[in-house]
């Protein structure tokens, strides 16, 4: 079992700049690819970005690549999203997700955070 907390959501002004955090606790976290996935209101789940297990490897969806960061710390069992650049239509809940080997695909996942709420001002 892998428990994730994430933190950091809140409101802020378009072309601001945000980081999220998502503390893990349970399993060993560094066995794990981590990534992050929001829900916009009246929208489906969208992938935003994961990292794997050693972080030498990411990727980033076309709607958020060149403006956000995924990034962890093993040693703190950690993962963290920083955005830049925001605009509105980043408005959504933000969740952090845990995965062996999932990458891109949602129902790869195992794990789930409860999701934080960011929101962009225009």
């Known amino acids: 079992q892998v428990q994730l907390v994430e933190s950091g959501g809140r409101l802020v002004q378009a072309g601001g700049s945000l980081r999220l955090s998502c503390a893990a606790s349970g399993r060993t976290f560094s066995n794990y690819n981590m990534g992050w996935f929001r829900r916009a209101p009246g929208k489906e789940r969208e992938f935003v970005a994961v990292i794997d297990d050693s972080a030498t490897k990411t990727y980033y969806g076309d709607s958020v690549k060149g403006r956000f960061t995924i990034s962890r710390d093993n040693a703190k069992k950690t993962v963290y999203l920083q955005m830049d650049s925001l605009k509105p239509e980043d408005t959504a809940v933000y969740y952090c997700?845990?995965?062996?080997?999932?990458?891109?695909?949602?129902?790869?996942?195992?794990?789930w955070g409860q999701g934080t709420q960011v929101t962009v001002s225009s």
């Open positions: 997700t845990a995965d062996r080997t999932g990458w891109v695909e949602a129902h790869a996942f195992d794990y």
